[in-house]
C-alpha cells in the first residue's frame, strides 16, 4: 500500500538552528501538506502546497517556516531559527486531486526537540 | 472558541462493550466529516469518512447531524486493539485540496 514517508523520525536541534524536515507523498497525490502536534495538543494546520505554491497556511506559518518542493518526489519544511516552542511532532500528508472525499494520508511523522 | 470539540475522555471500557464518542463543530460550512484514530505517539490513520446518511464499517457507526453540527462514532464489540485516541475531522471543502481542523481526540481504552 502507498504510503506518506518522513525524514528523519526524529530530530534533535539547537534553539536558533535551522532544520529541514523531509517528506516523500504518495506519488500520485498532488496536494501537500504539512502539520504539527505539540505534545497532548490537538493537530493542527501548517500549510498546504499545490502547483508548486503554497495554497494556504495558518498563522503559525509564519516567516521562519517555509516549504518546498526541489524535485518530483520531496516536499520539504524548513525552520530557518528554531525556537523552544517549535518542540512538536511534524505531520506530513498528501491528498489525491480525483478522490470525492478530501482524505489525507499521514506519514509517520518527524519529532523535532529544540533545545 | 474550539472549532472542533470532543468528550474529553479517557474513555474505559471492557473488551465487548459498546461505545459511544460525541463530537461538535462550529464552523457551519464544514462539507467533509472524518474520523481518524491515532495510536501513540504514531499519525492520525483515516478510520472512516461520515455521510450525511450516516454510514457504517464492521463494528464501526458514524452519524452526522448538520443541523446540530455534530457527529459520533459508536464502536461496537470493543477489541483491545481499539485502544486509541479517536479524532474527530473536519474539512470545509468537499472534494480538491482544503485544510483539516482537528478535535483533540476522546482517547478509548479497553480492558480485558
Known amino acids: 500500500e502507498p504510503e506518506v514517508t518522513q525524514t528523519p523520525s526524529h530530530q534533535v536541534t539547537q534553539m536558533g538552528q535551522e532544520v529541514i524536515l523531509r517528506c516523500v507523498p504518495i506519488?500520485?497525490?498532488?496536494?501537500f501538506y504539512w502539520y504539527r502536534q505539540i505534545l497532548g495538543q490537538k493537530v493542527e494546520f501548517l500549510v498546504s502546497f499545490y502547483n508548486n505554491e503554497i495554497s494556504e497556511k495558518s498563522e503559525i506559518f509564519d516567516d521562519q517556516f517555509s516549504v518546498e518542493r526541489p524535485d518530483g518526489s520531496n516536499f520539504t519544511l524548513k525552520i530557518r531559527s528554531t525556537k523552544l516552542e517549535d518542540s512538536a511532532m511534524y505531520f506530513c500528508?498528501?491528498?489525491?486531486?480525483?478522490?470525492?472525499?478530501?482524505?489525507?494520508?499521514f506519514g509517520a511523522g518527524t519529532r523535532l526537540s529544540v533545545l | 472558541r474550539k472549532e472542533v470539540e470532543q468528550d474529553p475522555g479517557p474513555f474505559n471500557v471492557p473488551e465487548g462493550a459498546t461505545v459511544a464518542f460525541n463530537c461538535t463543530y462550529s464552523?457551519?460550512?464544514?462539507?467533509?466529516f472524518f474520523w481518524y484514530r491515532q495510536d501513540c505517539r504514531k499519525e492520525p490513520k483515516l478510520l472512516m469518512s461520515?455521510?450525511?446518511s450516516g454510514n457504517e464499517d464492521g463494528r464501526f457507526t458514524a452519524q452526522l447531524n448538520r443541523a446540530s453540527q455534530y457527529i459520533s462514532l459508536l464502536i461496537r464489540d470493543s477489541k483491545l486493539s481499539d485502544s486509541a485516541t479517536y479524532l474527530c475531522?473536519?474539512?470545509?471543502?468537499?472534494?480538491?485540496?482544503?485544510?483539516?481542523?482537528f478535535g483533540k481526540g476522546t482517547m478509548l481504552l479497553v480492558s480485558p
Open positions: 506519488s500520485n497525490h498532488l496536494y
Open positions: 461520515v455521510y450525511s
Open positions: 500528508a498528501s491528498s489525491d486531486p480525483g478522490q470525492v472525499k478530501n482524505i489525507q494520508y
Open positions: 475531522v473536519v474539512s470545509p471543502m468537499n472534494s480538491g485540496y482544503s485544510t483539516l481542523t
Open positions: 464552523n457551519s460550512a464544514s462539507q467533509s
